[in-house]
């Protein structure tokens, strides 16, 4: 059940209280404190937050429409050839859970319901991977064990394509 008893999901505003957020990870922490409500008014990313009843952000996370560079497409998502355009692609660009709120399976949801909401984005809107780029090695392990793949020629990049998408989240 998303989201759980006791929280809410909503889209980003600026009256959520962003600064209190500390996942202990700088980065997830100062993209979520400085970045989204820009992001989101250029209409490059939507950051949806999960909220405790008291309104603290227990999480969030960021998805982009994207287009991966045409010599980083793995071959196997065009029938092992490289397409000659830029392909879209929808981006988990970040995802994070303040450490209050860690061990509660909340990181496992929130990505269960972004790949959900890439199921929905691509009904709509067609794409041909889900890219996420992993902060760590940690964050590498927990993709690769969900089906994502690397993508080729990087350390930290990985892709699900929409065919596997679909099939994970639609069963």
Request: aromatic share 10%.
């Amino acid at each position: 059940m998303f989201p759980p008893p006791g929280f809410t999901l909503a889209l980003l505003g600026a009256t959520h209280r962003r600064k209190q957020f500390s996942s202990g990870d700088a980065r997830v922490d100062e993209w979520l404190k400085h970045k989204p409500l820009a992001a989101m008014r250029k209409n490059t990313s939507t950051t949806r937050v999960l909220l405790h009843r008291d309104q603290t952000i227990a999480g969030y996370y960021t998805l982009a429409n994207t287009a991966l560079d045409v010599s980083l497409v793995p071959p196997e998502l065009f029938g092992g050839q490289r397409p000659t355009k830029a392909p879209p692609t929808l981006t988990l660009a970040w995802l994070g859970v303040d450490q209050q709120f860690t061990g509660k399976g909340l990181g496992t949801k929130l990505f269960a319901r972004a790949l959900a909401d890439g199921v929905r984005i691509y009904e709509l809107v067609r794409f041909v991977a889900v890219i996420v780029d992993a902060l760590t090695d940690a964050n590498v392990s927990f993709y690769r064990s969900q089906g994502f793949e690397p993508v080729p020629g990087t350390t930290h990049k990985l892709y699900l394509s929409a065919t596997t998408l679909l099939k994970v989240v639609l069963g």
